[in-house]
Structures are given as structure tokens and as C-alpha cells.
């Protein structure tokens, strides 16, 4: 299958351990976040979002934080293991989820 | 349920030739959008639709890229002529209320 990430920041962590995958998106008036997984092959998985007045999210092993004072965002992984090994993605709206803007995306690797 | 389908999933032409993409959304699912996902990058959204209307086609390339949605429901991406640069993944997706977007797998374009 295709490979995805090729050239992308890259993130390695032992199997157990938790992950943090950062992100700084670009447009203040942003007011929609999403997270994506992307298998290499297959099109973007959708993981977790928030809307900008929240500023953390929980879902089954994820959790989403968002600094809207200095545009960041990061998806944190508990307990991480070999099937989260992927590109992820953050991707932003203005526009209540329409016109997304993805970023640049970071491969994590999880060693076994 | 059935998940957005693509079709080619590959497809290897030379440059100056013509090629069509064919993407089937979810049933039920009112918006569709095509991304172009450039090999160590993240999607862009090169054109939304609300039904068979465009909502947006500001990335879209109109002199060589062009789409359709005509009944509302399937849609094809048609680029012509073809350049080197238009390697990519071609992705399509759809949601129902704009806010989570399902994506397919994809077709793997490899102009030469």
C-alpha cells in the first residue's frame, strides 16, 4: 500500500507507554478540530474533535487539549500500542467542519 | 453500513492524457468532498459539495480539474490534461451534518 508519511516528524515510543502528538494550526478564527489516524493505504480515521470553547476532550484512550491563546493543540494516547502505529493529523474549520485545513502530520512508531 | 467507496484505486497515465475518478458516499450522506493528498502531506480540499451543489472550489485547478455530483449522490473527479505535479492520492468523503467527513481509501494517481 501507499506509504503515507515519508518525510514526516516522527514520533517513537515503547509499547505501554503514553503519547503526545502536538500541533500548531494557523487560523485564529478556527473554531472546529479534528484528529485523524491515516494507515498507510487507506484514507484518514477519524479519532477525536473539539470545538474552540472547549479546551480538553476525552474518548476511549485519547484525549484532545486546546490552547487557543497559542494555537496548539495536541492528541495524547494512553497506553499505546503496536495498532497506533500511523500518521496522525490535526486538521482545522471555521466554518462549523466544513473547508478543513489539514497540517503537516506525525508518524508514531510503536516498538513492541 | 457501507463506507465511501473509490474506484480505481490506482491508476498510472502519462502526462498530457486525461483520467476520471469515481467516488460512491455513504448513503444518506448530503456532503461530499474530494482532497488531493500529496505523497508526506496532509489532505487539501480541492472541491465540497451540498447535495449536487458546489459549496466551494477555490483550490480546485478549474483549468485542467473539473467535477461533478449530478443526481446528488455519486461524483467523479476528472483531470485533463494530466501533469507530473497531479501525483497524489485523490480522497473522497462524506458526512451528513459537515462535521465528522468519512474518507475512502483512495486512488493512487501516478502520472509519468
Known amino acids: 500500500g501507499e506509504s503515507v508519511g515519508l518525510h514526516l516528524p516522527t514520533l517513537s515510543v515503547q509499547e505501554g507507554d503514553n503519547s503526545i502528538i502536538n500541533c500548531a494550526y494557523s487560523?485564529?478564527?478556527?473554531?472546529?478540530f479534528i484528529w485523524y489516524k491515516q494507515e498507510s493505504g487507506k484514507g484518514p480515521q477519524f479519532i477525536i474533535d473539539i470545538r474552540s470553547n472547549m479546551d480538553k476532550r476525552q474518548g476511549q484512550r485519547v484525549t484532545v487539549l486546546l490552547n487557543k491563546t497559542v494555537k496548539h493543540l495536541s492528541l495524547q494516547i494512553a497506553a499505546t500500542q503496536p495498532g497506533d502505529s500511523a500518521v496522525y493529523f490535526c486538521?482545522?474549520?471555521?466554518?462549523?467542519?466544513?473547508?478543513?485545513?489539514f497540517g503537516g502530520g506525525t508518524r508514531l512508531m510503536v516498538k513492541p | 453500513e457501507a463506507g465511501v467507496a473509490q474506484s480505481p484505486r490506482y491508476k498510472i497515465i502519462e502526462k498530457r492524457q486525461s483520467v476520471a475518478f469515481w467516488c460512491n458516499p455513504i448513503s444518506g450522506h448530503a456532503t461530499l468532498y474530494w482532497y488531493q493528498q500529496i505523497l508526506g502531506q496532509g489532505p487539501k480540499l480541492l472541491i465540497q459539495f451540498q447535495n449536487n451543489g458546489v459549496v466551494d472550489d477555490s483550490q480546485l485547478p478549474k483549468d485542467r480539474f473539473s467535477a461533478e455530483r449530478l443526481k446528488g449522490v455519486d461524483s467523479t473527479l476528472k483531470i485533463q490534461p494530466a501533469k507530473l505535479e497531479d501525483s497524489a492520492v485523490y480522497l473522497c468523503?462524506?458526512?451528513?451534518?459537515?462535521?465528522?467527513?468519512?474518507f475512502g481509501p483512495g486512488t493512487r494517481l501516478t502520472v509519468t
Open positions: 486538521a482545522e474549520s471555521y466554518n462549523a467542519g466544513n473547508m478543513l485545513t
Open positions: 468523503a462524506s458526512s451528513r451534518t459537515g462535521d465528522e467527513q468519512y
Open positions: 487560523n485564529s478564527a478556527s473554531d472546529y
